[in-house]
């Protein structure tokens, strides 16, 4: 049984250029969430997406955006990019919703901007 | 604001020992209490889970505590592997499902 899939695994963009970053969730699992998590630091909040709907949003600018497909799949995608954008985002799916329900990380998606 | 706030940043341990690593939080209203595995470069893998009601669990020789009251939690990693060697993350969820407060982690390296 396949786990969260993240794709693709390494990119190096140039500054202000955009880039899409794409997540298969465990199947079965509704709910996804996006991660970003710079060298050294835990991981921040970006987005949790669940049957398509954007159900939370943390601290981060309009350039961030995300969207989930009726597969569940999902995709972050961030405009113009920073040097500061550089790090590893990592998503995480879930069966539901609901409070306590686990939550499994995919292997993430290293970004460097140069 | 939620905050959490692991200690120690590091940890060097020989192969074979015990060790204690910390998680104190300020997030409210709580919901539960996770503790990550992370190794280099991969994504993170669940340790255990805790809600209110639960002040101890155990995965093979990782035992979590959590005390609600003092809002402190440790993982405790018994007889330590080489294996063991990656960053513990301690991530705290508030009764909003979509908000999880992730600490920066303890850095362990386990020497032979």
């Known amino acids: 049984d396949a786990g969260v899939t993240q794709s693709p695994t390494h990119l190096i963009k140039t500054r202000g250029q955009q880039v899409t970053l794409r997540c298969s969730p465990i199947s079965g699992h509704k709910s996804v969430s996006w991660y970003q998590q710079v060298l050294g630091q835990g991981p921040q909040f970006i987005f949790q997406y669940y049957e398509k709907e954007e159900r939370g949003r943390g601290n981060f600018p309009d350039r961030f955006s995300a969207r989930q497909f009726p597969n569940y799949s999902s995709e972050l995608n961030v405009n113009a990019l920073l040097l500061g954008d550089s790090a590893l985002y990592l998503c995480?799916?879930?069966?539901?919703?609901?409070?306590?329900?686990?939550?499994?990380f995919g292997q993430g998606t290293r970004l460097t901007v140069v | 604001k939620n905050q959490v706030e692991q200690s120690p940043q590091s940890l060097i341990i020989l192969e074979g020992k015990n060790c204690t690593l910390q998680c104190n939080y300020t997030v409210s209203p709580f919901s539960n209490l996770r503790w990550y595995k992370q190794d280099t470069g991969r994504g993170p893998v669940s340790l255990t889970i805790?809600?209110?009601?639960?002040n101890t669990k155990s995965n093979g020789r990782y035992t979590a505590t959590l005390d609600a009251d003092t809002k402190q939690s440790s993982l405790h990693i018994t007889a330590s592997q080489l294996s063991d060697s990656a960053s513990y993350i301690c991530v705290v969820s508030d009764t909003n499902a979509g908000k999880s407060t992730f600490g920066d982690g303890t850095t362990l390296t386990v020497k032979p």
């Open positions: 805790m809600t209110f009601s639960e």
């Open positions: 995480a799916s879930s069966l539901e919703l609901l409070m306590n329900t686990e939550a499994f």
